[in-house]
């Protein structure tokens, strides 16, 4: 039995079972991720001895035939983004090469509570600004299914670490698809839940309106076992939401109606991806389920417009705090404050963060304002009413998660719109905080590619049920 | 295109040092983001609110009380600073 393939119930069941031990298998995946991940490349800081601690605690609960929860002694890898106490937290830039973080993540609290064995922190684009992870600080990520190409981003560490089995599940942040496109590229679910319904205190923060936490994994229902851990209201993150109970156990797919957005179609797209979701979704009407194609007008070229409005506007924001004087990376010389704030900023920051920074301040701007932030803040009320309305006709929306598959490592970077534009099918989601899940639904070159099943606020457990439905026929061909 | 002198003032509103070099890529690819930025210009927005909260919340608020831990967490914060004396953060002379 190869145990780094395990989902987190096949897990469960083996130390139940006393098939292996936590420690044996938290060795498994760190002997693994020393060989492995010279080449991949997914890992910034290795936790082993905090893995081997947490294990050897589920051992002993074990071992005293007390019960454990269910994701106790389950390997786990973190998003560099996400803060773990007394772990480095570098969010993949080099103003915080040397940041240890002071305190858990509400999320990590909540993990750690339940068990979780954590692996170490995963490479990302620098603050999550990049859809490949070749903009992190440190070095690029390698896509395990082609070491050619990149694993998607800017949560590629974490979907690489699944992907070539380091890790059983990852955590990982979506602004803009940075859970959703990973998990494509890599052949993994990957789940952004609605808006508030996971608490993003300790996550650092990118573009707070648009900022989620969720769950890499290979399998949907391992995706549902994460998501029912982290979610739910916290008195540290003002925004998180409790968590609103939907009753799922009747889902009927005959009942089930489905929305395709035609623009989510349009040009641009890989014939061969588009002939991959086309087919997925066609599944769920040959077992039963309407189809509607429907409009969605503003949902893709204008979305990503929009977004690179509000998200580098909430980025220049969010990035004031690195000025060299309470933490981080600081110059060791500069002639006066200013001169101090220039230079720690100059040296800390990389071209990406720079060019947003400078976008977002200029959006914010007196004189261009109106002109660029409060007309994009208008156009996202447009863009979240065409959702609400098209959810009035259909329960789900099923659209590409990329209009590619994995590209080249450096295809992309010389040209900051063209890697933009791969998160084209991603905006419209985050700007309106709906959930959405990435479900693995083919091969284009032996490249995985995968889908999208768009939902209601909370209504993530539907959104999972119905992907199940497909995955369950999927692994079976 | 923007101009050069727009480029210095957004970096020195943002406290960017950004070298000669630097300026002039990034002016190039500003005004790329930027010309980018004209399809929201065919949106007819008049009567629309802008968007605030993804999820309607208000007034979130909590008890003002001390946390008991308080102490010991400002020791861990203050450890993360570079320069500190008698207990304050040290900065460069601001006036």
Same mark, same amino acid.
């Given at each position: 039995?190869?145990?780094?393939?395990?989902?987190?119930?096949?897990?469960?069941?083996?130390?139940?079972?006393?098939?292996?031990?936590?420690?044996?298998?938290?060795?498994?995946?760190?002997?693994?991720?020393?060989?492995?991940?010279?080449?991949?490349?997914?890992?910034?800081?290795?936790?082993?001895?905090?893995?081997?601690?947490?294990?050897?605690?589920?051992?002993?609960?074990?071992?005293?035939?007390?019960?454990?929860?269910?994701?106790?002694?389950?390997?786990?890898?973190?998003?560099?983004?996400?803060?773990?106490?007394?772990?480095?937290?570098?969010?993949?830039?080099?103003?915080?090469?040397?940041?240890?973080?002071?305190?858990?993540?509400?999320?990590?609290?909540?993990?750690?509570?339940?068990?979780?064995?954590?692996?170490?922190?995963?490479?990302?684009?620098?603050?999550?600004?990049?859809?490949?992870?070749?903009?992190?600080?440190?070095?690029?990520?390698?896509?395990?299914?082609?070491?050619?190409?990149?694993?998607?981003?800017?949560?590629?560490?974490?979907?690489?670490?699944?992907?070539?089995?380091?890790?059983?599940?990852?955590?990982?942040?979506?602004?803009?698809?940075?859970?959703?496109?990973?998990?494509?590229?890599?052949?993994?679910?990957?789940?952004?839940?609605?808006?508030?319904?996971?608490?993003?205190?300790?996550?650092?923060?990118?573009?707070?309106?648009?900022?989620?936490?969720?769950?890499?994994?290979?399998?949907?229902?391992?995706?549902?076992?994460?998501?029912?851990?982290?979610?739910?209201?916290?008195?540290?993150?003002?925004?998180?939401?409790?968590?609103?109970?939907?009753?799922?156990?009747?889902?009927?797919?005959?009942?089930?109606?489905?929305?395709?957005?035609?623009?989510?179609?349009?040009?641009?797209?890989?014939?061969?991806?588009?002939?991959?979701?086309? /087919?997925? %979704?066609?599944?769920?009407?040959?077992?039963? !389920? $309407? @189809?509607?194609? =429907? #409009?969605? *007008?503003?949902?893709?070229?204008?979305?990503?417009?929009?977004?690179?409005?509000?998200?580098?506007?909430?980025?220049?924001?969010?990035?004031?705090?690195?000025?060299?004087?309470?933490?981080?990376?600081?110059?060791?010389?500069?002639?006066?404050?200013?001169?101090?704030?220039?230079?720690?900023?100059?040296?800390?920051?990389?071209?990406?963060?720079?060019?947003?920074?400078?976008?977002?301040?200029?959006?914010?701007?007196?004189?261009?304002?109106?002109?660029?932030?409060?007309?994009?803040?208008?156009?996202?009320?447009?863009?979240?009413?065409?959702?609400?309305?098209?959810?009035?006709?259909?329960?789900?929306?099923?659209?590409?998660?990329?209009?590619?598959?994995?590209?080249?490592?450096?295809?992309?970077?010389?040209?900051?719109?063209?890697?933009?534009? /791969?998160? %084209?099918?991603?905006?419209?989601?985050?700007? !309106? $905080? @709906?959930?959405? =899940? #990435?479900? *693995?639904?083919?091969?284009?070159?032996?490249?995985?590619?995968?889908?999208?099943?768009?939902?209601?606020?909370?209504?993530?457990?539907?959104?999972?049920?119905?992907?199940?439905?497909?995955?369950?026929?999927?692994?079976?061909? | 295109?923007?101009?050069?002198?727009?480029?210095?003032?957004?970096?020195?509103?943002?406290?960017?040092?950004?070298?000669?070099?630097?300026?002039?890529?990034?002016?190039?690819?500003?005004?790329?983001?930027?010309?980018?930025?004209?399809?929201?210009?065919?949106?007819?927005?008049?009567?629309?609110?802008?968007?605030?909260?993804?999820?309607?919340?208000?007034?979130?608020?909590?008890?003002?009380?001390?946390?008991?831990?308080?102490?010991?967490?400002?020791?861990?914060?203050?450890?993360?600073?570079?320069?500190?004396?008698?207990?304050?953060?040290?900065?460069?002379?601001?006036?």
């Amino acid at each position: 039995m190869d145990l780094s393939k395990l989902t987190i119930k096949k897990i469960h069941q083996g130390l139940l079972k006393k098939e292996f031990s936590a420690l044996e298998l938290a060795e498994v995946y760190l002997a693994k991720i020393k060989k492995e991940d010279k080449k991949i490349n997914a890992f910034l800081t290795v936790s082993e001895d905090l893995a081997i601690s947490q294990a050897k605690k589920i051992d002993e609960t074990i071992a005293k035939q007390e019960e454990i929860p269910l994701l106790g002694g389950v390997p786990l890898a973190v998003k560099d983004i996400i803060a773990i106490k007394n772990v480095r937290a570098t969010a993949g830039s080099k103003i915080l090469e040397n940041y240890i973080a002071p305190y858990d993540a509400t999320c990590i609290k909540k993990l750690k509570e339940q068990g979780a064995v954590i692996m170490g922190k995963t490479n990302m684009d620098e603050f999550a600004m990049g859809s490949s992870t070749e903009r992190s600080a440190f070095f690029p990520t390698k896509n395990p299914h082609d070491q050619t190409r990149v694993p998607g981003g800017s949560s590629g560490g974490s979907a690489a670490a699944v992907a070539a089995n380091m890790s059983c599940y990852a955590l990982g942040s979506d602004t803009c698809g940075s859970i959703r496109q990973p998990a494509s590229f890599c052949g993994l679910v990957g789940l952004k839940p609605t808006y508030g319904a996971v608490s993003r205190y300790g996550l650092i923060a990118m573009a707070s309106s648009l900022d989620h936490i969720g769950p890499l994994t290979k399998t949907v229902e391992d995706a549902r076992i994460v998501f029912n851990v982290i979610s739910g209201k916290d008195d540290l993150d003002s925004t998180s939401v409790r968590r609103f109970k939907i009753n799922d156990s009747k889902l009927k797919i005959e009942n089930i109606k489905i929305g395709i957005p035609k623009e989510y179609f349009a040009k641009g797209i890989d014939l061969k991806v588009e002939e991959i979701v086309r /087919a997925a %979704i066609k599944k769920y009407e040959t077992l039963g !389920a $309407g @189809l509607k194609e =429907i #409009s969605l *007008p503003y949902s893709t070229e204008h979305a990503l417009a929009t977004y690179y409005v509000i998200m580098p506007s909430e980025v220049s924001a969010n990035l004031a705090r690195y000025d060299g004087i309470k933490y981080g990376h600081f110059a060791k010389e500069a002639e006066n404050l200013i001169d101090f704030y220039f230079k720690s900023r100059r040296e800390g920051f990389g071209e990406e963060t720079k060019r947003r920074i400078m976008l977002g301040t200029y959006a914010l701007s007196a004189g261009y304002y109106e002109a660029y932030y409060l007309r994009a803040q208008k156009i996202r009320t447009l863009i979240r009413r065409d959702f609400d309305r098209a959810f009035k006709k259909v329960d789900v929306l099923m659209t590409p998660v990329a209009p590619t598959p994995a590209f080249k490592l450096g295809e992309k970077l010389a040209d900051p719109l063209s890697m933009y534009l /791969a998160d %084209i099918y991603m905006a419209a989601v985050s700007l !309106a $905080g @709906l959930p959405a =899940i #990435s479900i *693995p639904c083919g091969k284009v070159k032996g490249l995985p590619v995968g889908f999208q099943i768009i939902g209601k606020p909370f209504e993530e457990e539907k959104i999972m049920a119905i992907a199940e439905i497909f995955e369950k026929y999927y692994t079976k061909v | 295109m923007i101009s050069k002198d727009e480029v210095k003032h957004i970096a020195r509103l943002a406290r960017l040092g950004l070298s000669e070099k630097e300026i002039q890529k990034m002016q190039k690819e500003l005004s790329l983001v930027l010309d980018y930025f004209e399809k929201l210009r065919e949106i007819d927005i008049s009567g629309i609110k802008p968007y605030t909260h993804a999820i309607k919340t208000e007034n979130v608020t909590r008890e003002d009380k001390i946390e008991k831990e308080l102490e010991t967490k400002t020791q861990k914060l203050l450890k993360l600073v570079p320069k500190i004396k008698e207990g304050y953060v040290k900065t460069k002379q601001v006036l």
